[in-house]
């Protein structure tokens, strides 16, 4: 049986197999609900307008692209993270595993410094592992 999409919320992603192996994370879909995507809006507007795009833009960007994988120690989040000329910094996506809901839940996106990554871990890298 298929699982429902809880009501608000969006799929605009997954962390595939093969990448959540080699990361050591649970593979699954990418969501975004209603009000954080409003959030990511609303809060990072002057960053997201620098770069000349719309917080959804944004999130479909990373999701595309992202090259690395960094875990938050301190709060168990993934960081999804891309680079992209057109930003001066690192674009990110932070993510939160719901295990109730069987699903890694967008928490906010914007650009970061690059030194935002100096004390998290690595734990997935584009080209770092064989993907098929």
Do not use: C
Not at 23 to 41: E, F, R, S, T, Y
Not at 48 to 56: E, F, H, N, R
Not at 87 to 94: G, H, L, P, T
Request: overall charge positive.
């Amino acid at each position: 049986m298929k699982k429902q999409i809880p009501t608000n919320y969006e799929k605009v992603g997954r962390i595939t197999m093969p990448v959540a192996r080699a990361a050591h994370v649970k593979a699954g879909d990418i969501m975004i609900n209603q009000n954080h995507k409003i959030h990511i809006a609303g809060t990072h507007k002057k960053e997201l307008a620098k770069v000349g795009m719309t917080a959804s833009d944004f999130v479909k960007m990373v999701i595309e692209n992202y090259t690395r994988i960094y875990k938050d120690s301190e709060t168990n989040a993934l960081i999804l993270v891309v680079y992209n000329e057109k930003i001066s910094n690192s674009a990110v996506i932070e993510l939160n595993y719901e295990a109730t809901k069987e699903f890694w839940e967008i928490k906010t996106a914007s650009p970061y410094r690059n030194t935002f990554f100096k004390n998290k871990l690595l734990v997935w890298g584009k080209g770092a592992h064989p993907l098929k």
